[in-house]
């Protein structure tokens, strides 16, 4: 199985920027599609972007879209989050979640890290 673990979370005031990472082991990195989720309290957990393991198609949610940056470095098994133009609304446990092979679906991700928290203050 692949373990994956999150970093980078933390407090940020609204409008700033935070890089979030996830760092893989155990398995074949470059063949995985990785994604982020997030939940905020009382809330069901929400896709917030993907990315092939090529690094191509990538695939946000519309609430994030144009402010965060998924990426990926195969060489480094490691998958980033840039987050930038923060708001109250993006407070969330972020997770990352891997699945086996190419997809642009949100669906089906079988691997999933402990999540890093993400608070944003007006």
């Known amino acids: 199985q692949v373990q994956l673990v999150e970093s980078g979370g933390g407090l940020v005031q609204a409008g700033g920027s935070l890089r979030l990472s996830c760092a893989a082991s155990?398995?074949?990195?470059?063949?995985?599609?990785m994604g982020w989720f997030r939940q905020a309290p009382g809330k069901d957990r929400e896709f917030v972007a993907l990315?092939?393991?090529?690094?191509?198609?990538?695939r946000y949610a519309d609430s994030v879209r144009g402010r965060f940056t998924i990426s990926r470095d195969n060489a480094k098994n490691t998958m980033y989050l840039q987050m930038t133009s923060l708001k109250p609304e993006d407070t969330a446990l972020y997770y990352c979640a891997a699945k086996f092979g190419y997809s642009t679906s949100s669906s089906d991700f079988h691997s999933w890290g402990q999540g890093t928290q993400v608070t944003v203050s007006s």
């Open positions: 155990g398995g074949a990195f470059a063949t995985y599609t």
């Open positions: 990315i092939p393991g090529s690094g191509v198609s990538t």
